[in-house]
Each structure stands twice: as structure tokens, then as C-alpha cells.
């Protein structure tokens, strides 16, 4: 069952370096807050700038697979 009251939102994740690459990502709109932390891929992530739809963040830690 999916919660109606959930919106989400399709943005761009760049890099603090600006570079061209860029991954598009579906994320829950209550989930990007500046300076707010999340885990994808066993990679952790931090958003440091939202500018709608472009959201910057900065790698943290590459999560080992054991």
C-alpha cells in the first residue's frame, strides 16, 4: 500500500566540482533537506545545496559489502 500524502520528485544530483555527469533520482520531497544524509548503493551522501532540480551533494563514505 502506497501513502497517498507522499509526493516525489525527479532531480539532478551533481557533485560539489560541477561536473557535466549528472544521475537523475526519484526521492521522496520530504527527504531533500539540506545538509541531511542518506545511504544508496553502500555509498553515504550528503545534500549540501538544493537548487530545485538540481540538488549538490558530497560523498561521506563508500560502505564496505560484508
Given at each position: ?17 560541477g561536473e557535466q555527469e549528472v544521475v ?20 553515504a551522501y550528503e545534500i549540501v ?18
Amino acid at each position: 500500500m502506497t501513502d497517498e500524502n507522499s509526493s516525489s520528485v525527479i532531480v539532478n544530483m551533481h557533485g560539489l566540482l560541477g561536473e557535466q555527469e549528472v544521475v537523475q533520482m526519484e526521492f521522496e520531497a520530504e527527504l531533500l533537506v539540506e545538509e541531511e544524509q542518506f545511504v544508496l548503493d553502500n555509498v553515504a551522501y550528503e545534500i549540501v545545496r538544493i537548487i530545485y532540480p538540481v540538488v549538490y551533494v558530497v560523498i561521506l563514505d563508500i560502505l564496505s559489502q560484508t
